[in-house]
């Protein structure tokens, strides 16, 4: 199938190469002409493992292929996939104004039946408000080209982007009529065929569907999250209490770690969306603005505790090991690390860190591996949970520091294990 994906970052990058790898012609179309360029010279605007080989075997096999000429690729495509970016403005709505720009050129340039397919996240009636976008472009054109709408959301997760295209537990497509539904049906059936779920329905269903989504998994994160202080306060192993909950299979184990909080691009933004498009319909949302007050204060918790056992930070080395809000991404925004990177700046600490992605946060000293982080530290702490970090030699990391704190946001350790070298072990929820 002749495919286009506008927007060349990570849902379109890794849309676009994975449809490719199925064996369709895609076209991805981006108005950024410098990323385009480096795109076209095998060179990635973003770190996602397998991502870079996806893209060069799918370019020399002449599938996948990057433009800025949307008005050509749109001539060439029958499926359109809108993925460019929806970011959140002042009052937290999604700025839909590249989705509606994207719509508008599909009025502009379509030469025959066409299928325009939402794939960022956009507020609940984008969709059809884009429909009728590509009508009045039809009509100012005076032709009356058919078209389907649909939505069609994304569910990926940063780091296991390309297994979560092609191997996703389900595919959720909001659709209008049965042209498209059986066209997206044939684009998928690859993938349908080894037994994953495709579910078809209305498209305001499934608009309300991805933040439906992200905002329950933000909920369990914030649950659990709470747990972990009363834990604190009367005694308990969170650990122990989330795999208990968690091997109930209404609950599951997953989203019950206990941390500082979410980061990313997605599950803050969609619950502040969500929350706000339930108050323009006079819907108050208390519960998902008690998860999101939840999760901003636990981002603060790691240097209460810290300040708890080092009351002045001033000139006291602090080693930060993890940057980016998970592993397995390069991706910094809303990560706890920088929240708690502020704090430390107002206490005056000297901030060593090390990333195994990220080199380039300012005012920080940036090492090269972890244990040059460590070297001389008054304290450890621990924000991302990068495999490297879990295979750390404790007792060459005993060697190196000043100190002997470590603060684990992540609780990536045993603390048996830990305390046994020597190490005033703290992490979140545990005693």
Request: charged share 25%; hydrophobic share 40%.
């Given at each position: 199938m002749n495919i286009v994906v506008f927007g060349a970052g990570y849902v379109g990058l890794s849309t676009a190469s994975c449809f490719a790898e199925m064996g369709n012609k895609v076209s991805c179309v981006d108005i950024d002409n410098n990323k385009i360029k480096k795109l076209k010279k095998g060179q990635m605007p973003l770190y996602e493992p397998g991502l870079e080989a996806f893209i060069k075997r799918n370019v020399k096999a002449q599938r996948l292929s990057f433009t800025t000429d949307s008005k050509k690729a749109i001539e060439e495509s029958e499926l359109i996939f809108c993925a460019v970016g929806t970011p959140p403005q002042k009052d937290y709505q999604p700025d839909t104004e590249q989705v509606e720009q994207v719509a508008k050129d599909v009025g502009r340039y379509m030469n025959g039946y066409k299928i325009f397919i939402i794939k960022s996240t956009v507020p609940v009636g984008t969709t059809q408000e884009c429909k009728i976008i590509i009508q009045k472009e039809l009509s100012k054109r005076k032709v009356g080209h058919e078209f389907d709408i649909a939505f069609n959301p994304e569910f990926l997760r940063q780091g296991e982007a390309l297994n979560d295209t092609l191997n996703p537990?389900?595919?959720?497509?909001?659709?209008?009529?049965?042209?498209?539904?059986?066209?997206?049906?044939?684009?998928?059936?690859?993938?349908?065929?080894?037994?994953?779920?495709?579910?078809?329905?209305?498209?305001?269903?499934?608009?309300?569907?991805?933040?439906?989504?992200?905002?329950?998994?933000?909920?369990?994160?914030?649950?659990?999250?709470?747990?972990?202080?009363?834990?604190?306060?009367?005694?308990?192993?969170?650990?122990?209490?989330?795999?208990?909950?968690?091997?109930?299979?209404?609950?599951?184990?997953?989203?019950?770690?206990?941390g500082i909080g979410y980061g990313g691009s997605c599950l803050k933004k969609d619950i502040q969306a969500l929350i706000h498009h339930a108050k323009k319909h006079k819907h108050e949302f208390k519960l998902l603005q008690a998860v999101e007050d939840i999760n901003?204060?636990?981002?603060?918790?790691?240097?209460?505790?810290?300040?708890?056992?080092?009351?002045?930070?001033?000139?006291?080395?602090?080693?930060?090991?993890?940057?980016?809000?998970?592993?397995?991404?390069?991706?910094?925004?809303?990560?706890?690390?920088?929240?708690?990177?502020?704090?430390?700046?107002?206490?005056?600490?000297?901030?060593?860190?090390?990333?195994?992605?990220?080199?380039?946060?300012?005012?920080?000293?940036?090492?090269?591996?972890?244990?040059?982080?460590?070297k001389d530290a008054d304290a450890l702490m621990i924000l991302t949970e990068w495999d490297e970090f879990k295979s750390v030699d404790l007792k060459k990391l005993k060697a190196a520091m000043k100190?002997?704190?470590?603060?684990?946001?992540?609780n990536i350790y045993d603390k048996k294990a830990v305390r046994k070298e020597g190490f005033n072990y703290i992490g979140i929820g545990i005693k």
């Open positions: 537990n389900r595919i959720i497509i909001g659709v209008e009529g049965e042209r498209s539904k059986k066209l997206l049906s044939k684009l998928y059936y690859p993938i349908v065929r080894t037994g994953k779920p495709l579910m078809f329905t209305d498209v305001r269903s499934a608009e309300i569907t991805k933040y439906a989504a992200n905002a329950f998994l933000s909920t369990k994160i914030s649950f659990i999250n709470e747990l972990a202080h009363l834990c604190e306060k009367i005694g308990g192993n969170i650990q122990d209490v989330a795999k208990g909950i968690g091997l109930d299979p209404r609950i599951g184990c997953q989203f019950l770690k206990a901003e204060r636990q981002k603060t918790v790691l240097v209460d505790k810290l300040l708890s056992y080092i009351p002045t930070l001033e000139n006291r080395k602090i080693a930060l090991w993890g940057l980016t809000f998970k592993p397995k991404t390069d991706d910094m925004r809303d990560a706890p690390s920088l929240q708690i990177i502020e704090q430390l700046k107002m206490h005056k600490a000297d901030i060593h860190v090390y990333d195994p992605i990220r080199k380039d946060v300012p005012d920080v000293v940036h090492s090269v591996d972890s244990l040059g982080a460590a100190g002997n704190l470590i603060l684990d946001g992540r």
